[in-house]
């Protein structure tokens, strides 16, 4: 029998709520791979009391734990920037809401994300801070979606490659809620069209 009743794509976005759903990264797995990277840093810069910048407010909770692990020595401060909306998607365009508070000049530098996807973000901050000339300037992110970056951004310590999915907890938020989840989950029709 032929089903008459039209489907309305529109209508199921619409009512299809967000829902917070499995799992995608429990938090042994969290933990230990933040050990991992915090060897991998203290090895990287021994003797050279890096800074890392921690992105607010979603790389908040990852620094903190990341902090805690490093042996060597380290200096920490923060950024926060907001995307213009929808236009960031194509434009790139970042403001800055607070800036460092230390000059960056000659100072090895770790910019720690929570996630990359498009990359405009980090693309933007990267030029931004290069231009304050640093002695070294690497990425440390949590996550990365993979095939999502439109630039070419080279980083140097990573947390876990996710498919395309929208996730929140361990700092990562969805319309600034469940950013104190201890793992990270997927949230199911997730609307995120202006900029997160
Ligand atoms: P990008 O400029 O497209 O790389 O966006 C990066 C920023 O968008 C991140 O720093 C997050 O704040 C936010 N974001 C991107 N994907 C997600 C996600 O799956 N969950 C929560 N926030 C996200
Ligand atoms: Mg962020």
Redesign the pocket.
């Known amino acids: 029998m032929i089903n008459k009743e039209p489907i309305s794509i529109i209508d199921n976005e619409i009512t299809s709520a967000p829902k917070v759903g499995n799992v995608l990264i429990s938090k042994q797995q969290i933990k230990l791979r933040i050990k991992e990277i915090a060897n991998d840093i203290s090895k990287d810069y021994s003797g050279k009391k890096p800074l890392l910048i921690g992105?607010l407010?979603?790389?908040a909770i990852f620094l903190s734990d990341l902090a805690r692990e490093i042996k060597a020595d380290i200096e920490i401060d923060y950024m926060a920037v907001s995307?213009y909306g929808a236009t960031?998607?194509t434009s790139?365009i970042?403001r800055i809401l607070k800036d460092l508070d230390e000059d960056i000049q000659g100072r090895h530098v770790i910019i720690i994300?929570?996630?990359?996807?498009?990359?405009?973000?980090?693309?933007?901050l990267l030029k931004n801070l290069k231009s304050r000339d640093p002695a070294s300037l690497e990425i440390c992110s949590l996550?990365i979606?993979k095939d999502?970056?439109?630039l070419a951004i080279d980083v140097k310590y990573r947390g876990f490659l996710?498919e395309n999915?929208?996730?929140?907890g361990f700092g990562?938020?969805?319309q600034q809620e469940y950013r104190q989840l201890k793992d990270i989950r997927i949230?199911e029709n997730?609307h995120?069209n202006n900029?997160?």
């Open positions: 992105i407010k979603g790389a995307s960031t998607k790139g970042v994300e929570d996630i990359i996807d498009s990359g405009l973000t980090l693309s933007y996550l979606k999502t970056q439109k996710i999915v929208f996730v929140v990562l938020d969805y949230v997730a995120h900029g997160y």
